[in-house]
Antibody, heavy 120, light 110 residues
Framework: QLQLQESGPGLVKASETLSLTCTVS??????????WVWIRQPPGKGLAWIGS???????YYTPSLQSRVTVSVNKSNNQFSLILRSVTAADTAVYYC????????????WGPGTLVTVSS | QSALTQPASVSGSPGQSITISCTGT?????????VSWYQQHPGKAPKLMTY???KRPSGVSNRFSGSKSGHTASLTISGLQAEDEADYYC??????????FGGGTKLTVL
């Protein structure tokens, strides 16, 4: 069974770059069966898909963040990462990494989430 | 991409059934058989409850069932239990390898 764990700074200054890593255990990130995604949840608000990485190397991002976000994979460490540039207070959220079987288009496995606060 | 529309809250008594609706558009819910539902308890990560509109993952109680008609998907919980009290989110594939979530519904078990 796959397990995911987010890691990274819990506090980022406004205008700087948010960087998070998701470590995958219980399976290989180098599989064509799964996609690897980042989802965030501002305090007291709903979930929002940020972006996805596929085995083929293709990435997809939500339009509102496309110009500021990068999702990448480190196969040797079985990790994938999120980079969000030029952050503002609106980027304060719990950030989740998740994965799912491609043919089902859902998110079966989630990390516990990590709160990132953007300070001014 | 606009968020799917869910009621802010629903409630029911133990043993009763409740249904949470999720309304989208022809670009998401109405175009794909890929609506999923998630349960989230406070301070916890979401948990997949149903997928592909109506399917249930192994280990999820058969009290949870998904359905869809046109642009509206629904999650029905039968035989309400105290532990069902949580936030519920719908999510739809929206094409071009993107997803859109609903705003969430808070379920209160009276």
């Amino acid at each position: 069974q796959l397990q995911l764990q987010e890691s990274g700074p819990g506090l980022v200054k406004a205008s700087e770059t948010l960087s998070l890593t998701c470590t995958v255990s219980g399976g290989s990130i180098s599989t064509s069966d799964y996609y690897w995604v980042w989802i965030r949840q501002p305090p007291g608000k709903g979930l929002a898909w940020i972006g996805s990485f596929y085995y083929s190397g293709t990435t997809y991002y939500t339009p509102s963040l496309q110009s500021r976000v990068t999702v990448s994979v480190n196969k040797s460490n079985n990790q994938f990462s999120l980079i969000l540039r030029s952050v503002t207070a609106a980027d304060t959220a719990v950030y989740y990494c998740a994965t799912g079987v491609q043919r089902f288009m859902a998110f079966d496995y989630w990390g516990p989430g990590t709160l990132v606060t953007v300070s001014s | 991409q606009s968020a799917l529309t869910q009621p802010a809250s629903v409630s029911g008594s133990p043993g009763q059934s409740i249904t949470i609706s999720c309304t989208g558009t022809s670009s998401d819910v109405g175009s794909y058989t890929f609506v999923s539902w998630y349960q989230q308890h406070p301070g916890k990560a979401p948990k997949l409850m149903t997928y592909e509109d109506t399917k249930r993952p192994s280990g999820v109680s058969n009290r949870f069932s998904g359905s869809k008609s046109g642009h509206t998907a629904s999650l029905t919980i039968s035989g309400l239990q105290a532990e069902d009290e949580a936030d519920y989110y719908c999510c739809s594939y929206a094409g071009s390898s993107s997803w859109v979530f609903g705003g969430g519904t808070k379920l209160t078990v009276l």
